[in-house]
């Protein structure tokens, strides 16, 4: 997708795909209807794809607003739907695990991680092998409270990755939960592709020995968290298209969401004082990587022409190993597709948290001298990169402003959407992911019962009401917490803390996504409203999730 395409242009472009994905009755059929009701009648349940993207910004995917390219992932939006108001939980495991469980992490002790799951929580795959389904994954897990993901998961086959610190010789990964040899220096491995090649295989396998049952595949990318590592021929196609900085790349991608109809706001302002407090001091990123290193999202033109000319390539970095990543999510589809499956597979695509702002160093360390993405550098995007990616939203990871929580969600799903390339601004989770899928798979009257304990129910709502039509699915609230990071949202208003001392503020998301009006002195008893009822949620929650076992 061209830098300037419009929404016209975007569906030209990317509906020549739809040949080839979507079913030639596609359009015929009437608009605003779920068909899971004559699936369900004549027995045939859907498979079902997660897809998830680690660190990548809410703006990133050329639908979303960017300028990368990401054919694969405009296509399914522009054959299926995207959602404007999707929330993670701001950072990556506690996301995987709500993805995972359906529970808030701070319900089942992830967030922070303490010890295992309750004995009460289960995993997809509990939910759905009792209704036919093979259950495969590939690529991350992250879910601390059950370290393995067929003996503690019940995947049927598995390839995990535990070392995050390289993309081309990862040293610590699993197959079916056996640890595998250390991929050895020079290779031509690159995770992004081997993530993708393990769920082609496992969907492969499938086809030849399951071709009856349903499948479920969570195909979960590493891919662009740090560090910044890609293959020089992805980052040659980027190499010169971010000279002109961040500031002028989020004025761009903010046109493109305008004009796509995914946002109303205005540019969040740069925060140059906010960044992680476990980032690398100024002086130490000077002296570990080089002068051409920036730590605050400073404007553009405040660098000198050594940092921009550095800054310019992380970022064609990033945008490779996005692109990378797109390319490895077609393999996953031409293998649906070549099951002749596509058209009956629910495809959900997130991204566990918005960009990220940090700058630390570890792994293997980093060679100044070593080509710059090669598996001997080690870079992170950065603020001044990460505030772009997120475009048009405040801060980033592991924040619960809006930069750090708001991710894209793309939904396709031919034989059960009457519809294509619309948008849904229904706000919703990724605790509604697994109610969604159980609801799609036929399985609402599942016991409340588990390893002989009674769970809380899911917190989640099914979005199958919203895939037919927007603004049909509520939610009470939708909570967050992250590292002394609050929030709470309760319809169009939001409020959020920075920190465990930070005050709250108070946002009316309907006219000011972008936080930028604080409306806490204005509105006094909203805000202690809504402060009780975080802190009501935060109570029962932790009282839910119980006290972790003791150690032996």
């Known amino acids: 997708m061209t830098a300037n395409v419009s929404r016209r242009a975007f569906l030209r472009e990317t509906m020549t795909w739809g040949a080839a ?22 027995g045939k349940k859907p498979n079902v794809l997660i897809i998830i993207a680690d660190d990548m910004g809410y703006s990133d995917a050329g639908c979303y607003g960017g300028e990368i390219e990401t054919p694969n992932l405009d296509r399914l939006a522009a054959n299926g739907l995207r959602f404007s108001q999707c929330y993670s939980t701001g950072r990556c495991w506690p996301s995987r695990t709500a993805l995972l469980t359906g529970y808030y992490p701070q319900q089942v002790r992830m967030d922070p991680p303490r010890g295992r799951l309750p004995a009460w929580a289960r995993v997809v795959p509990h939910y759905l092998k009792p209704l036919g389904y093979r259950c495969y994954h590939a690529g991350k897990w992250h879910l601390m409270g059950a370290p393995k993901a067929i003996a503690d998961g019940n995947f049927d086959r598995s390839y995990v990755l535990h070392d995050h610190d390289r993309f081309f010789a990862p040293k610590n990964h699993e197959l079916d939960d056996r640890k595998l040899p250390p991929v050895k220096d020079g290779t031509e491995f690159y995770v992004t592709t081997e993530i993708a090649k393990y769920a082609e295989s496992f969907l492969a396998e499938h086809a030849d020995k399951h071709a009856d049952d349903p499948f479920y595949c969570y195909l979960a990318f590493t891919s662009p968290h740090f560090p910044l590592h ?12 971010y000279r002109q900085g961040w500031d002028a790349v989020r004025r761009q991608r903010l046109e493109r969401l305008h004009e796509m109809g995914l946002v109303e706001c205005e540019l969040s302002a740069r925060e140059p004082e906010v960044i992680p407090s476990w980032n690398l001091p100024k002086e130490k990123l000077k002296e570990m990587i080089g002068p051409g290193e920036a730590d605050r999202a400073v404007a553009w033109d405040d660098l000198t022409e050594e940092q921009k000319d550095f800054q310019t390539t992380k970022m064609a970095i990033h945008a490779a190993m996005i692109d990378r990543m797109d390319q490895e999510i077609g393999r996953v589809l031409d293998q649906v597709k070549r099951m002749g499956a596509l058209d009956d597979t629910v495809i959900f695509f997130v991204s566990d948290n918005g960009a990220s702002a940090e700058q630390i160093i570890r792994g293997d360390m980093h060679n100044p001298t070593a080509p710059l993405g090669s598996g001997k550098s080690y870079l992170c995007l950065g603020p001044g990169w990460s505030t772009a990616a997120n475009t048009p939203f405040r801060l980033h990871k592991s924040w619960v402003h809006e930069g750090g929580i708001s991710s894209p969600l793309i939904v396709h799903w031919p034989a059960g959407l009457g519809v294509r390339n619309e948008l849904r601004h229904n706000p919703c989770h990724f605790i509604d992911v697994l109610p ?52 709470i949202r309760v319809g169009g208003w939001k409020l959020v803390a920075k920190g465990k001392n930070g005050p709250w503020e108070l946002y009316d998301l309907k006219s000011d996504r972008r936080e ?6 204005r509105h006094p008893e909203k805000v202690r409203q809504m402060a009780a009822l975080w802190q009501k949620q935060e109570d029962l929650f932790r009282a839910q999730a119980g006290p972790p076992p003791k150690k032996k």
């Open 436 to 487: 969604t899928v159980i609801d799609l798979a036929g399985g609402q009257g599942y016991s409340s019962q588990w390893n002989g304990q009674t769970a809380p129910p899911l917190p989640g709502k099914s979005l199958a009401p919203a895939f037919a039509q927007d603004g049909t699915v509520a939610h009470d609230f939708l909570y967050f917490h992250h590292m002394s990071h609050r929030a």
């Open 21 to 42: 994905l979507a079913t030639g009755t596609l359009a015929s059929r009437p608009s605003g209807r779920v068909a899971t009701a004559a699936s369900r009648a004549a």
């Open 230 to 241: 890609a293959l020089q021929e992805d980052i040659a196609k980027y190499k010169q298209r």
């Open 516 to 521: 930028s009006n604080n409306l806490v002195d």
